[in-house]
């Protein structure tokens, strides 16, 4: 067995076990989050708009 072969075969079984996991959390997650948030979230930008936030030194 080659290293990448024996690399694909421990990623597809690392994927294979967690699945499970998460198809089974992802439902009761999405119900519980269901009236988050219950008002308008607001965002503080650190820059005027229009204006790019960082300039690459040239």
């Known amino acids: 067995m080659t290293a990448s ?7 597809a ?3 294979a076990a967690t699945a499970p996991l998460l198809l089974r959390a992802g439902p009761a997650a999405a119900q519980a989050a269901s009236g988050y ?10 820059f005027p708009p229009g204006r790019p936030p960082t300039s690459s030194p040239g």
């Open 5 to 11: 072969t024996r690399r694909f075969m421990i990623t």
């Open 37 to 46: 948030p219950s008002r308008p979230v607001r965002l503080i930008v650190p």
């Open 13 to 15: 079984a690392a994927a």
